[in-house]
């Protein structure tokens, strides 16, 4: 019997915590991928970097974070992120995460999104419990929102001077999807429509 080391698994593509053992093939792939993510995203390029960002995303309840595998080969495609993690009434995430130079325009991407809502939405001890997650994107960024806009997150609005990226304060568009909507898609896709 073979035990998974994902937290999810696809087809192509498996989620699994961040290790520090990561590192290097983490910020190799991020400085491969610069023409790719500038100017919308500057994930950590040295193992220096990367190691506080990794602790920072395994070490809490108000953060989970995950390394988007390839299952045939283990290579890291990307990563995605659920930032602050609210509880209480709100039960909320923010997602922030970025495919790696090699895996993008493959959809491996658009699988682990939805592993990722599969996780948020599943319920306390299976997954995250959440039952809302929000991203955030800047409105040149159609890459991005062509991937949430497909993952079935609805545009709720802008916000002007909403992130500090790059230097500068930029507006950003806000996406969102719930636990309800997610269920409503899955069911419909069933039905056929």
Known sequence: M???????????????????????????RVRESRDLHRPWLFPPATVEEYEPYAARLT???TRAGFLVCELATGALAGFVNVNNIVRGAFQCGALGYGAFAHAAGRGLFREALGLVLDHAFAPAGEGL?????????????????????????????????????????????????????????????????
């Open 129 to 193: 419990g959440l039952h809302r997650l929000e991203a955030n994107v800047q409105p040149g960024n159609t890459a991005s929102i062509a991937l949430v806009r497909g993952a079935g997150f609805r545009l709720e609005g802008l916000s002007p001077d909403f992130l500090h990226v790059d230097g500068a304060w930029r507006d950003h568009e806000r996406w969102a999807v719930t636990a309800g909507m997610r269920r409503a898609r899955g069911d419909a896709a069933r039905r056929g429509g």
């Open 2 to 28: 073979t035990i998974s080391i994902h937290v999810r698994e696809g087809a192509p593509v498996g989620l699994r915590p961040y290790r520090l053992a990561d590192g290097p093939e983490f910020t190799a």
């Open 59 to 61: 070490g809490g309840d």
